[in-house]
């Protein structure tokens, strides 16, 4: 097999500049790197993955931890996240938490110290004080998303005017009879997602005078089948029955599109629906939502992971903290009350 050697010589270039241009590390320009991918490929020569790492101390692996698996969101993110590294010439490792409750520490205390990644992803964890220590002990950079987490660098969504954003949606509507399918306690963990939800949910409630009715919430597990039960308990009492509903989720606003239609009700005219996310399946449900983009907070995590690992000399500070975006996305599910 060539070696690094006679990729140069056809290249017409040094081996430091092979180097560089295989590896993605410094630079190089595009026609060096032209000449140095054509003459690879014409030798069948690769990089081994063994020799660059014991050069550089690299390994070219990052870690992801996320707590879920099987959600469309933590997947989205990966996916961002996994994409964006395999752009920058990153293989990624990943760590799902969903379990006994035993994986985070076999991560945090073992997994990620042995030194097989260069860097961490964390996905809606709260990182603890002792968990940070140990990766900054070991000079592996660290990136959080979902929420503030103190000296590490975090991309962070507020939950609260998320939701205020889609209850403010159905009270410009017109309706006051407005329910909310938020988190159960199991869920209220990292963040307090749930809760800063319904935070937001019954600050906007207030704000338009709107009397909080305890009567209108129901705690599902953020699932299209939990969504489902709490709706069929919201909407299939004989009388006030609530003439919208804010879901925390939207697998849990399309469980209640369906809970909604097997009780023989119409979306949007006896009951409109919103969720958070804009789910792969909004768009088919005609859900209303509010988008937060979780493929694009994969790809901000690794952006922010790149400018700590290959740092450029002239890049300027950066908040530890960088808000992420959001959208209200209006469909089908949501309309004016029926004022029959």
Request: hydrophobic fraction near 45%.
């Amino acid at each position: 097999m060539a070696g690094i050697e006679e990729v140069a010589k056809l290249a017409g270039v040094s081996t430091a500049t092979v180097s560089r241009a295989l590896s993605g590390r410094g630079h190089v320009s595009p026609a060096s790197k032209a000449k140095v991918v054509e003459a690879a490929a014409r030798l069948g020569y690769v990089v081994s993955s063994n020799a660059s790492s014991l050069a550089s101390g690299r390994t070219r692996n990052i870690g992801v931890v996320i707590p879920f698996l099987n959600r469309w969101f933590f997947l989205s993110v990966l996916e961002g996240a996994q994409q964006s590294l395999l752009r920058s010439g990153y293989d990624l490792t990943l760590y799902n938490l969903s379990g006994d409750g035993q994986e985070r520490s076999s991560v945090f205390e073992h997994f990620l110290l042995r030194q097989r990644v260069d860097a961490v992803i964390a996905v809606s964890l709260e990182l603890t004080e002792p968990e940070v220590a140990r990766l900054h002990d070991l000079g592996k950079p660290l990136v959080g998303v979902g929420g503030p987490i103190p000296g590490v660098r975090t991309l962070t969504i507020d939950d609260a005017a998320v939701a205020r954003l889609a209850t403010e949606h159905l009270i410009a509507l017109g309706h006051s009879r407005i329910a909310h399918i938020g988190g159960d306690l199991e869920f209220d963990l990292d963040f307090h997602l749930p809760t800063n939800r319904r935070i937001g949910y019954e600050g906007a409630l207030s704000d338009a005078g709107i009397e909080i009715d305890q009567r209108l919430f129901a705690p599902a597990d953020f699932t299209i089948r939990g969504g489902y039960h709490a709706a069929k308990q919201l909407l299939g009492v004989p009388h006030d029955r609530p003439t919208a509903i804010f879901a925390a989720s939207d697998e849990m606003a399309i469980g209640s599109i369906l809970a909604a239609r097997d009780l023989g009700l119409s979306v949007p005219r006896d009951v409109s629906i919103v969720g958070i996310d804009d789910h792969d399946l909004s768009d088919f449900f005609g859900l209303s939502t509010v988008a937060q983009f979780p493929r694009l907070q994969g790809e901000k995590a690794v952006e922010i992971l790149m400018e700590q690992l290959e740092p450029e000399a002239d890049a300027p500070a950066h908040a530890a903290a960088t808000p992420l975006p959001y959208e209200l996305r209006v469909r089908s599910s949501t309309a004016r009350p029926d004022e029959r």
